[in-house]
Every structure is written in structure tokens, then in C-alpha cells.
């Protein structure tokens, strides 16, 4: 089955210490994406990867970080996650962006950062 | 920059009820746009998509016409069931950039609720 498999699915952490959320999907899609959903502000883009070794900062990078060693993970990083990274993350795939191209999401994460 | 605008919800419908949820959107370029939906805990769907001027999107029963003019993409359904209450996401998706990357631009989304 095609899927955008996403983990942990809760995570409840401390301010300062470090944790990874893990992506990885089994379409062999070239491009990879990190969202996080706050409300009322919709899906804000975090980091985004072309393919292996190439990623750039979306809209929202600020805290975060991200590597894409192989083409089927794409592991976002809280080097020192603060309450304010409190969201629903999602990560989300496809074979390319635009007119032809589906994007696939994971289930979500959400994380608290108390 | 490039934005989406949906209508704000929540929106509360009767079971076979006629739905609209409008969006409208500001491009540089001649995107395509896309209706994504999220249903309660999973992440988002695809739901249809349209990528020129005019063109119809359509999908279990929803429509979603490309209004270059009045730069719109508003989704309908003639008969909306239970089912269909989940969060809906208007998107759009940019010409080439450099570098081959087309971002997706979403809106805030609009929560349905339907009730029998």
C-alpha cells in the first residue's frame, strides 16, 4: 500500500530537549515536505527536499531542521523545541509538485512542548 | 506573494443540503488549484485539482471550477451526506520557480459538519 508513514503520532516533550519526528515513504517520490497546522492559519511549509541531499527552507523553517540521506526518509529535527513549536505536523510526499502530480500526507504528528 | 483565501467555518449543513465553500486566490503566474480534504486524525487527501483556466475538477460527487476572471476555485456538492464533515483546503500551486520546485500554497481551511 502507498503511504506517508509518520512517527510518533503524540509526543509530549520538555522546552530544550531535542526529539525527531520521522517520515518515510514507500513511492519512491523525489519530493519530500514538512508542514506544521495551527489554527487558523492553515498548513504553513516548514522545509522542503528535491531529492537526496537537496533540501531548502520553506515558509517557517525557523527552529527546525531537516536531512534527506536517502530518498525514502525525510526526518524533521527540534534541536531545542519552545511552546510555541506546539502543533500538528505533517509530512507529505509526491512524485513532483504541480499540475500532474498528487501530493501524499502522513497521518500527523502532534507535539506539546511544555 | 501568492495566497489562497477560503470562507470561515465552521459550516453547518442538513443531510442532503446544497454545498459551497468558496476560495479565491492571488498568483504571479497561471497556477494549478487543488481541493484537499482531512477527515478527523488522518492527514489530507487530494480531492480534485484543475490546472488551466476553465477547466472543471470533479470527485465524489464534488465540482470545483478554475474562474481565471474572478480568480476563484469554489467547491460544491449538490447533496452533501455525513460523511463528507471533514476540514476542506483550498491550494494552489505556483509556476516553475527556480529549480524546478512548485510550491503549494494552502488556505486556513473550512471545517463541514453535516448533520442528519
Known amino acids: 500500500e502507498a503511504q506517508v508513514t509518520q512517527n510518533p503520532r503524540y509526543l509530549i516533550t520538555v522546552t530544550g530537549k531535542k526529539l525527531t519526528v520521522t517520515c518515510s515513504q514507500n513511492?519512491?517520490?523525489?519530493?519530500m515536505s514538512w508542514y506544521r497546522q495551527d489554527p487558523g492559519l492553515g498548513l504553513r511549509q516548514i522545509y522542503y527536499?528535491?531529492?537526496?541531499?537537496?533540501?531548502d527552507k520553506g515558509d517557517v523553517p525557523e527552529g527546525y531542521k531537516v536531512s534527506r540521506k536517502e530518498k525514502r526518509n525525510f526526518p524533521l529535527i527540534l534541536e531545542s523545541p519552545s511552546p510555541n513549536q506546539t502543533s500538528l505536523y505533517f509530512c507529505a510526499s509526491s512524485l513532483g509538485w504541480g499540475e500532474n502530480t498528487e501530493a501524499f500526507f502522513g497521518q500527523g504528528t502532534r507535539l506539546t512542548v511544555v | 506573494g501568492n495566497s489562497v483565501t477560503q470562507m470561515e467555518g465552521p459550516v453547518t449543513l442538513s443531510e442532503e443540503a446544497f454545498l459551497t465553500i468558496n476560495c479565491t486566490y492571488t498568483?504571479?503566474?497561471?497556477?494549478?488549484l487543488f481541493w484537499y480534504v482531512q477527515y478527523p486524525g488522518e492527514g489530507l487527501q487530494l480531492l480534485l485539482k484543475?490546472?488551466?483556466?476553465?477547466d472543471k475538477g470533479s470527485n465524489k460527487g464534488f465540482e470545483a471550477t478554475y474562474r481565471k476572471e474572478t480568480t476563484s476555485f469554489h467547491l460544491e456538492k449538490g447533496s452533501v451526506q455525513v460523511s463528507d464533515s471533514a476540514v476542506y483546503f483550498c491550494a494552489l500551486s505556483d509556476p516553475l520557480l527556480s529549480g524546478g520546485y512548485q510550491k503549494v500554497t494552502f488556505g486556513t481551511g473550512t471545517k463541514l459538519q453535516v448533520i442528519p
Open positions: 527536499s528535491m531529492n537526496v541531499e537537496v533540501t
Open positions: 513511492m519512491n517520490h523525489e519530493y
Open positions: 498568483a504571479t503566474g497561471y497556477p494549478s
Open positions: 484543475a490546472t488551466k483556466a476553465d
